[in-house]
């Protein structure tokens, strides 16, 4: 019924930029706050940002002043631009919105909690 689907994962080096993109697809009623996870090797899953509908952003204290969050309304897609990346930012990269779902007839539902599949993100000289 709904899909997020993210891009822009790759290698890169310290220091360098990356953008990661994720759209929502499917039967979507409204979005309410997207927002990007990570988690690395033997270590839980964190939030890096999250943007609500109403444009309130809120940051992990690690990634403040290097990465930005945005999002597109129309487009239902998140971005999260990355810069002065670290080795320590290497981690698959998770891709979170909470959602209404629709009917066929775009009628609300119920709302939920949706997960992309990941992308990965290395940062290594």
């Known amino acids: 019924q709904v899909q997020l689907v993210e891009s822009g994962g790759g290698l890169v080096q310290p220091g360098g930029s990356l953008r990661l993109s994720c759209a929502a697809s499917g039967n979507i009623f409204s979005i309410n706050a997207m927002g990007w996870y990570r988690q690395a090797p033997g270590k839980q899953r964190e939030l890096v940002a999250a943007?609500?509908?109403?444009?309130?952003?809120n940051y992990a204290d690690s990634v403040k002043g290097r990465f930005t969050i945005s999002r597109d309304n129309a487009k239902n897609t998140v971005y999260l631009q990355m810069s002065s990346l670290k080795p320590e930012d290497t981690a698959i990269y998770y891709c979170n919105a909470n959602l209404g779902v629709a009917t066929s007839s775009g009628s609300y539902t119920y709302t939920g909690r949706y997960w992309g599949q990941g992308t990965q993100v290395t940062v290594s000289s």
């Open positions: 943007i609500t509908s109403g444009g309130v952003i």
